[in-house]
């Protein structure tokens, strides 16, 4: 997984970074530590200059079922043999987030 310091977010959003700890602090995103435990953001959180559409719900949802950010990361990236795009953030990628919405509903219970 491909991990963007806030700064590089910032210039992917085409934004300041204060807007992207702003949106980190709303759940529109959750934060990753790189090797060198920089906070960061997934790569793949951004598509067409924008958080992937349905993200911030599904982070949302997982938040209420108690996940840590870190549970998030993991949840969104793992492979899921029942989804045809093999992980939750591949299927939001490819504008499948009402069935990623359920699964994370699911998951929350």
Known sequence: ???LTIPDVAEALGT??????RMLKEGDFVEARNANGVRCVPADFIQDGAAVKGLPSVI?????????DAEIVDWLFGEDDSLAQGSAMAALRANHGTEVKRRAQ???L
């Open 106 to 108: 699911a998951a929350s």
């Open 60 to 68: 949302s949802l997982l938040r209420d079922g108690r996940f840590s």
């Open 16 to 21: 300041d970074v204060l807007a992207v700890h």
């Open 1 to 3: 997984m491909e991990l």
